[in-house]
């Protein structure tokens, strides 16, 4: 069974940063890909960044420039890595992850339960 575990959540200050991390067991490919999404009170899950197992990175034009995804191979494990954030960035942040041919941000099948970001001063 492929379970995910997101940490690194909490409340930040406008301006702050933040790292998420996300560890994926119980995968059997090595080809997968992981990505991010948020999700803020009464609006859709919307996809915010992804990355395959070749490190190739997929990053949504609100969170371009401040948002940063990465992965290690060897621990099973991915990070998004905010900066500058705003009060907009607030939301339930929740990891996938989904064998892949190339990374995407749509049709994922394994996620972790979230972790909450709140931005604000």
């Known amino acids: 069974e492929v379970q995910l575990v997101e940490s690194g959540g909490g409340l930040v200050q406008p301006g702050g940063s933040l790292r998420l991390s996300c560890v994926v067991s119980?995968?059997?490919?090595?080809?997968?890909?992981m990505a991010w999404f948020r999700q803020a009170p009464g609006k859709e899950r919307v996809g915010i960044a992804a990355?395959?197992?070749?490190?190739?990175?997929m990053v949504a034009d609100s969170v371009k420039g401040r948002f940063t995804i990465s992965k290690d191979n060897a621990k099973s494990t991915s990070y998004l890595q905010m900066n500058n954030l705003k009060p907009e960035d607030t939301a339930m942040y929740f990891c996938?992850?989904?064998?892949?041919?190339?990374?995407?941000?749509?049709?994922?099948?394994?996620w972790g339960q979230g972790t909450q970001v709140t931005v604000s001063s």
């Open positions: 996938a992850a989904d064998i892949c041919s190339t990374v995407r941000l749509y049709e994922y099948d394994y």
């Open positions: 119980g995968h059997t490919s090595s080809r997968y890909c």
């Open positions: 990355i395959d197992s070749d490190g190739k990175t």
